[in-house]
């Protein structure tokens, strides 16, 4: 898995791309957010387009990651997810807590609210 971070207004952006498997991926995910946190930056936007696949594990690593936002009273959001993830967050209903924007721009813009 490959990361890349931008900053659009008041949210950073994490870009995944390629197989989300868990493992050591976690822990360098969980090291960004905590940077992230450090920083001051709690509104987060995971841009989800250029996964190819996710399995349990990389479902529990974001999982972790809304957890990890939400004990620092930040945001964690999901953005462009595939017809795969979609699938796989409705089969495991963790569709209902995580907050899904079809764009990037949508969940950047949610944030203004």
Known sequence: MKTKVTERYNAVVIELKGNVMGGEDTKEFNDLLHKMIDEGKKNIVVDLH????????????????????????????L?????KIESL?????????????????????????
């Open 50 to 77: 250029e996964v190819k696949f996710m399995n349990s594990s990389g479902l529990g690593m974001l999982i972790g990651g809304l957890t990890t936002m939400k004990k620092a009273e930040g945001t964690f959001r």
């Open 79 to 83: 953005s462009r997810i595939t017809d």
């Open 89 to 113: 967050l409705i089969i495991t209903k963790l569709i209902t807590i995580f907050e899904t924007y079809k764009t990037v721009e949508e969940a950047v813009d949610s944030f203004k609210k």
